[in-house]
Each structure stands twice: as structure tokens, then as C-alpha cells.
T-cell receptor, first 114, second 114 residues
């Protein structure tokens, strides 16, 4: 069975700093999808970034980028120039194919301090 | 184009009562997924429905829980005879086509059982 592990329950950084959130996963699949979702206090689940395992290039979305290490089964999220609006829970997630259900990690609560 | 709409946002029930959670998918979306988030946990899959059909209910508890997505109207997640352990945030997500790689989530319904 696939698992997703986020080892940092909570983190705090100063505004404008760079922060990296860790995620590891376990699977025997070769092709799959990985995601980072953001859940602000409004509770809305917002897709931040998506990575397809067969793509070697790391995905980026503006200030958000990932470090995808397939052999190590690691998928960390880097937030550059952090902003107060980045304060949220961040969930790492995995699906082995498009038809599969999403498996979420337990989340990392990120506080951006003014 | 309105997003995925869930109501109510908060629902309070006493033990033994019924809870009905509603989800209106995005316009043009005929695939609906329900996820549950327990406190300090990631989301966990419950059920996947298409119009008038349950496709995958492998994450649904065998008793007291049911879901439907009629031809007309919203998808309904129904919990009968609620217990304290049912207290959670229930999220709905939708997609135009089958596939979990790009789901759109609602803001969830927070169910509190007294």
C-alpha cells in the first residue's frame, strides 16, 4: 500500500524567507502523480503544484517549486520569498494513476511571521 | 464559473440524529468525490460517484453512511444515527472527466456531533 509521510508537523519562518517542506512516500509503482495542496484557515483545498513521476524536470509555479528525487522517493516543496498569505496547512499527496484515489499525508502547518 | 459549492459550512448534530451534506460540483462536472478529514489528519477518500452511479465506495464505512449523485441536483452524503467519531470536515471534489490528477475541491462541511 502507498503511504505519504510528512515529518514536520509545524514550521515557522519570517516573511520573505525561503522555506522547504519535506515529504516522502512509499510505492512500488514507476509512474504516478505527486501533489502539494494548501489548506488556508478558510479550509479550501487549493492545488499548489503537481508533478508527474515520468517527468524528470521539477515542477515550478511562480514562488513554489519542488525537489523531486524519484530514487529517494522524496518530494519536497520550496516556497521562495514567503508571504503572510502562505500561512496554511500544506498536504503532500500521491496517486498511482488517474483513476486512483488520492492519498494524503498528515500535513505541515506553516506559519509565516511578519 | 462558480467553484465546488458545499453546504452547510458548519453542521451541528446530536448523537443519533441524521446529517445531510450537500455538494454542487462545478458547472459541467459529472464526477464527484467525497473525502473526510479527521482532526490533525490528511483527507481520506470515501466515495466516488458519477451521475446516478456509485463508482467506488471502498472508503465508506459499511453502516450508517450513504451517498448519491442524482441526475438533477447536488450530490448528498448522508450519515444516519451520527456518533461523536463522525465529527470531521467532509470535503467534496469534482472533475469534468474521470481522473484524480486535477480535482477541484470545495471548502468542506464541518460536522460536529454533540
Amino acid at each position: 500500500a502507498q503511504t505519504v509521510t510528512q515529518s514536520q508537523p509545524e514550521m515557522s519562518v519570517q516573511e520573505a524567507e525561503t522555506v522547504t517542506l519535506s515529504c516522502t512516500y512509499d510505492t512500488s509503482e514507476n509512474n504516478y502523480y505527486l501533489f502539494w495542496y494548501k489548506q488556508p484557515p478558510s479550509r479550501q483545498m487549493i492545488l499548489v503544484i503537481r508533478q508527474e513521476a515520468y517527468k524528470q524536470q521539477n515542477a515550478t509555479e511562480n514562488r513554489f517549486s519542488v525537489n523531486f528525487q524519484k530514487a529517494a522517493k522524496s518530494f519536497s516543496l520550496k516556497i521562495s520569498d514567503s508571504q503572510l498569505g502562505d500561512t496554511a496547512m500544506y498536504f503532500c499527496a500521491f496517486i498511482k494513476n488517474r483513476d486512483d484515489k488520492i492519498i494524503f499525508g498528515k500535513g505541515t502547518r506553516l506559519h509565516i511571521l511578519p | 464559473n462558480a467553484g465546488v459549492m458545499q453546504n452547510p459550512r458548519h453542521l451541528v448534530r446530536r448523537r443519533g440524529q441524521e446529517a445531510r451534506l450537500r455538494c454542487s460540483p462545478m458547472k459541467g462536472h459529472s464526477h464527484v468525490y467525497w473525502y473526510r478529514q479527521l482532526p490533525e489528519e490528511g483527507l481520506k477518500f470515501m466515495v466516488y460517484l458519477q451521475k446516478e452511479n456509485i463508482i467506488d465506495e471502498s472508503g465508506m464505512p459499511k453502516e450508517r453512511f450513504s451517498a448519491e449523485f442524482p441526475k438533477e441536483g447536488p450530490s448528498i452524503l448522508r450519515i444516519q444515527q451520527v456518533v461523536r467519531g463522525d465529527s470531521a470536515a467532509y470535503f467534496c471534489a469534482s472533475n469534468r472527466d474521470r481522473g484524480n490528477e486535477k480535482l477541484f475541491f470545495g471548502s468542506g462541511t464541518q460536522l460536529s456531533v454533540l
